[in-house]
């Protein structure tokens, strides 16, 4: 007798939990169906991002998905409304990364927008300007806001499917305002850099009177340790506006060139170099550690004119000495005047990371 009660109470607390689930899956389809059938309220956009200077608005966002009455959601049944193609429409914005909708308990739509970072802005050579962000991907210029990126201006090309070496160029562009966007000291330091025609860099700093070459866009993060070190202990000690070039695109050494002075003899080095006043500029190798500026003035001696032998008087000459008479003179050939003198170059200093010390000389040379 007691088995079989057992039994029983087993199966009808069994009976009950189904029923229990029943009810609750009746419920939620019930709740489904009358969320499924109100209309939605209201639009709502919240941003993400690092900060609060957005290029994009809340009007702007809604007019994408309210200009057109048949997707416009709101007047809708929920169920009605296709947010996957919602979504798609929003991520056409230029400056959308990211959209993601979905509908709360007050019948409202949510769109969360993630908005693309920019990294650098460009100028092309026929004056037209976009940004970069972190991906390479163009971004038009916002009449709302301007980003406090770095600013590259000689960019070859306005074509938005770019040469292959174009798309490298953007790719370094991208890398370096990554980097001077990420330290503090080089964003206040660099506002604007130059692309040179080998796509090459070049920028004036808001501190110093003088031009630093990088070279091209690889290795930054060496390069710019090494002209922090060459702040830290060249300039410091002779001064910030004694040198007009800063080149720091070679290994391991800072290549200056003075303001004052005349060019250094080029010893013979294959290595890149860049040209200044019509000349090469080519990094000058010491064996020391130290900063070291080389002279030299290339002068050159006047060809020496060798006398000619005086001819020997004739009869007829002799005669008309006696008759006092003038003796016509012989046409005298100038003088080769001497090379004009090559005009002054700067010279060059040559500074190794890790010395502290700074030394000058000046060297005479005569081929």
Request: proline fraction near 7%.
């Amino acid at each position: 007798m007691s088995k079989t009660t057992n039994i029983l109470k087993r199966l009808g607390i069994a009976i009950l939990w189904i029923g229990v689930m029943t009810g609750f899956v009746i419920l939620l389809v019930a709740a489904n169906n009358v969320k499924d059938e109100s209309k939605c309220k209201k639009i709502v956009v919240k941003f993400e991002g690092k900060d609060d200077n957005f290029f994009i608005e809340s009007k702007d966002i809604k007019a994408l998905i309210t200009k057109d009455k048949s997707i416009n959601p709101v007047g809708k049944p929920i169920g009605s409304i296709n947010v996957a193609q919602l979504e798609k429409l929003i991520d056409t914005d230029p400056w959308v990364k990211n959209s993601e909708l979905y509908f709360d308990n007050q019948q409202q739509l949510n769109i969360k927008i993630q908005q693309r970072e920019p990294v650098a802005r460009v100028f092309t050579f026929s004056g037209n300007s976009f940004y970069l962000d972190e991906t390479g991907e163009r971004i038009p210029v916002s009449t709302r806001y301007a980003a406090k990126v770095p600013v590259f201006t000689g960019f070859p090309t306005d074509a938005e499917k770019l040469q292959r070496a174009d798309s490298l160029l953007t790719a370094q562009i991208v890398d370096l305002g990554t980097y001077i966007n990420g330290n503090p000291f080089w964003a206040a330091q660099v506002e604007q850099l130059m692309i040179m025609p080998d796509h090459k860099f070049e920028f004036i700093p808001q501190l110093g009177d003088h031009v630093i070459a990088i070279g091209d866009g690889t290795d930054i993060d060496k390069k710019f340790t090494k002209l922090l070190a060459f702040y830290k202990e060249g300039l410091n000690k002779v001064g910030w506006n004694n040198y007009s070039r800063i080149n720091v695109a070679f290994e391991d050494q800072v290549v200056c060139t003075r303001k004052d002075g005349v060019a250094p003899l080029q010893p013979v080095i294959t290595s890149d170099s860049v040209k200044l006043n019509g000349a090469d500029e080519v990094p000058v190798y010491e064996n020391n550690d130290s900063v070291s500026a080389v002279t030299s003035k290339k002068t050159e001696e006047p060809a020496a004119v060798k006398p000619k032998p005086a001819a020997k008087p004739s009869t007829e000459s002799k005669a008309k000495a006696e008759k006092k008479e003038p003796v016509k003179k012989e046409p005298v050939k100038k003088k080769e005047k001497a090379p004009a003198e090559k005009p002054k170059q700067q010279p060059k200093a040559v500074y190794k990371p890790g010395n502290k010390s700074v030394n000058t000389s000046k060297k005479q040379n005569t081929p």
